[in-house]
């Protein structure tokens, strides 16, 4: 839109109001005809569901016929933020968990891999390396950690080499989240890598021989120059890992099955995913898409303003 | 005024979308033929291969009635029918596990069976199978894989413990399964005493049930209410929570993947599992493979609990009289030479109890084997499964109750009563 209104700022005031309007009507449609194929998708896949969603959220269906759709009010949120059931405590506190500590380690992990890579011989391999488990489907990458977890897989052998007990990773209620947090955070790490390598070559190669003649160290050219243009990057990164944290749940049903033990790794999407298709309360399952569609949409939006506030311009 | 236009507009659109679901079943075909679709978890295997076997029979001597057997994987059944059915496409005839019933009634996806159907089936089929696919007063359809739950035990490790005969009470079940744990030096277990939980949903609730039942308690009432947390509640999930604490039991062990291997020394499953131990152990299964009833408190008792699955019409076929008049012939009529219908031989074969009583006494007359019989027995007096609406989220609930207790040590009473709080009659 701003190149047209450039072009046409350009034909001065001498062109008539009229045929601009036209010309700029012309354009927009054509736009729009254009857009049409994905608007039509984005329309049919994400708008409508998300419209049912909220009208089921506000009745109590069982699944199977629609014709047994009741009304329900505001039922459905009372059960689903009652501090007597399971959704807010432990399962919207496991989500959190989960979410805030998958970004972390990942975040914190491909920035290191990132960095370390861009100062390396053969980068696309590294890339490659790291990128894998990105490739590689959840459900494989699941069942080669739950086998490494075991009580007698890998990861328990070498503590017990170490002299240390097995740990019951996946069967303990207080390591079954961490456990599957440092799994996810694993898998996304490549995805984070692309990125924030694409962002590192982005930072002109001046600074950083300014900073060689002013005798900045390694850290300080990292903490005062690398890091602040890696912003808009790392945002992004935060951004679009932190929504697939809190959305995630395959990776927790290939390793726990039920999100177990005792809820331990149960999680919004899962427990959703469980009341809907399970027990046939698509009721109670949209109410809780709707508080997670809420907390998502309020961390993002403090995301953005956070990053705005440290003078990045996201839009 | 152009948002409101974008709303009018999504919302048309919505109800086209959502008006496939006005229909449902499959339609006649050419020349007034008609064709039924059945949904099922039977996709590999003797199952599949028995019930093809037998559409194929129909279908021949039935060209005007032809069915199509549709499968999915068990753990995909349920789903499959939400979707399919929202979606109007759903099959003539649903097979189903009897806990769904209640949900499935609720919804309107089963047909009431006809009254001199049902009355047929009442009276011919065993009391266990009929509780575990009946809801209410209703009956949901056919009964037909019926499974009861055992005691099974490694003879060769509870021999090495110097245990000659299986646990007949709580208090030798508890002794044979502190006397044959073991664990290595760095507190690895090797072998472990008893198994309390089962791969797939729910694990720890078949097992805790059949305790229950062994004490004389109930799992819901007819109303859906929870009927466990009491003495004989608390006793059962006290028995347990002692063998976790004692380290004789642990939830991280699969028995599935582990008895067969010698690393279990006694497990609560159900009848299924024999067809999967003498695949899996081959010649060592009569050696070291036995089967008892589930032990109960006192000297005597017994307990188990009865899961069924259903063939049922779908509400929405078009179709229904010509799908009944299929399943009827499918559950009646005989094998060939043999005084057994074919569906309790088609069961019968995959280790599963037939449902029906006729099919259950000729098979106990001449079991090839012994381990069968504790399991025919349980159909007798076992707990058949609740599965009223509400049922299967009573037993996730009951499940994370038993689990806080098997792998956190929590105090037995708190978790049953946390569990009956969370326990919704619908």
Redesign the interface.
């Known amino acids: 839109m701003t190149t047209a209104v450039g072009r046409v700022g350009a034909d001065g005031m001498a062109a008539a109001p009229a045929r601009r309007v036209g010309k700029l009507h012309r354009e927009g449609l054509a736009a729009y005809l254009f857009l049409s194929p994905a608007l039509l998708f984005f ?2 896949f994400l ?2 569901p998300f ?2 969603a909220i009208v089921l959220a506000f009745s109590d269906w ?7 759709l009741k009304w329900a009010g505001f039922s459905n949120f009372g059960d689903v933020l009652s501090f ?3 959704f807010v405590k432990p399962i919207l506190v496991n989500t959190l968990l989960f979410a805030f500590g998958s970004v972390f380690l990942a975040t914190f992990g491909s920035v290191l891999v990132a960095y370390c890579i861009d100062r390396l011989s053969f980068q696309g391999f590294w890339r490659v390396l790291y990128f894998l488990p990105v490739v590689a489907t959840v459900v494989a990458i699941g069942n080669v950690w739950k086998m490494m977890y ?3 897989g890998l990861i ?1 052998a070498v503590l ?1 080499k170490l002299g240390v ?2 740990v ?1 990773f ?4 207080s390591f079954a989240l961490p456990s599957v947090t440092v799994v996810h955070a694993w898998a996304s790490i490549g995805g984070a890598v692309l990125i924030l390598t694409a962002g590192l070559k982005a930072i002109p190669e001046m600074y950083y021989e300014a900073a060689e003649v002013d005798g900045a160290n390694s850290w300080h050219t990292f903490w005062s120059i690398t890091l602040p243009l890696l912003r808009p990057a790392l945002l992004f990164v935060l951004i679009t890992q932190f929504i697939g944290g809190l959305q995630s749940f395959a990776l927790i049903i290939v390793m726990t ?2 999100g ?4 331990a790794t149960n999680v919004a999407a899962f427990e959703m995913y ?1 009341r809907a ?5 698509w009721g109670t399952a949209s109410a809780m898409a709707m508080v997670l569609f809420v907390i998502i949409l309020a961390i993002t939006l403090l995301q953005l303003w956070i990053a705005r506030r440290r003078g990045e311009e996201t839009s | 005024m152009r948002i409101a236009r974008c709303v009018r507009l999504a919302v048309v659109l919505g109800l086209l979308a959502t008006s496939a679901a006005c229909g449902g079943g499959s339609d006649s075909g050419s020349g007034g033929k008609v064709e039924l679709t059945l949904l099922s978890h039977y996709s590999d295997g003797p199952s599949k291969d028995g019930l093809d076997k037998m559409i194929a029979e129909w279908n021949k001597d039935n060209p005007k009635i032809q069915v199509k057997a549709q499968v999915v994987k068990f753990d995909d059944l349920l789903t499959t029918m939400t979707v399919r059915q929202t979606g109007g496409r759903g099959a003539d005839i649903v097979s189903a596990y009897g806990l769904w019933g209640g949900q499935l009634m609720k919804a309107n996806v089963v047909a009431k069976v006809p009254d001199d159907i049902a009355t047929k089936i009442k009276a011919e089929y065993s009391p266990a199978a009929l509780g575990a696919v009946t809801t209410g007063d209703t009956l949901l359809g056919y009964p037909t894989e019926l499974n009861t739950y055992v005691l099974f035990y490694n003879k060769s490790i509870l021999a090495a413990a110097g245990i000659a005969k299986p646990p007949t009470t709580w208090a030798e079940l508890a002794d044979a399964a502190k006397k044959t744990v073991k664990r290595d030096a760095k507190g690895n277990i090797q072998v472990e005493g008893l198994s309390l939980i089962q791969d797939g949903d729910n694990k720890s609730v078949h097992p805790f049930l059949s305790l229950l039942d062994s004490a004389g308690g109930k799992f819901l009432g007819p109303d859906g209410t929870p009927q466990f947390d009491n003495d004989q509640g608390k006793a059962a999930l006290k028995f347990e929570g002692d063998l976790a604490a004692a380290k004789a039991s642990n939830t991280s062990i699969s028995p599935t993947k582990q008895f067969r291997s010698g690393g279990v020394a006694m497990a609560i499953q159900a009848g299924w599992w024999i067809g999967s131990l003498k695949t899996q152990m081959k010649d060592k299964y009569a050696s070291d493979v036995g089967v008892t009833a589930i032990p109960g408190p006192t000297p005597g008792s017994k307990g188990s609990l009865a899961y069924g699955f259903f063939m049922g019409v779908n509400q929405r076929s078009k179709h229904a009289d010509e799908a009944w008049k299929f399943l009827t012939w499918l559950n009646e009529h005989k094998a060939e030479g043999s005084n057994v219908t074919e569906t309790g031989k088609w069961l019968a074969d995959q280790g599963l109890i037939p449902p029906r009583t006729a099919d259950q006494a000729e098979y106990k007359k001449t079991l090839s084997d012994p381990n069968l019989a504790p399991i025919y027995d349980a159909a007798t007096y076992a707990m058949a499964e609740p599965n009223q609406p509400g049922a299967y989220e009573a037993k996730t609930a009951l499940h994370n109750a038993i689990m806080t207790v098997l792998a956190d040590g929590k105090n037995p009473d708190d978790a049953l009563a946390q569990a009956a709080k969370a326990v919704k009659p619908q």
Not at chain 1, 62 to 68: H, K, R, S, Y
């Open positions: 329309c049919v708008i409508l419209i049912f069982g699944g199977f016929d629609l014709g047994t007597d059931g399971t075991q009580p007698a328990n017990n007990n097995s019951g996946l069967s303990d209620s099955g039920d177990g033990p005792v809820n469980q298709f399970k027990f046939g309360a």
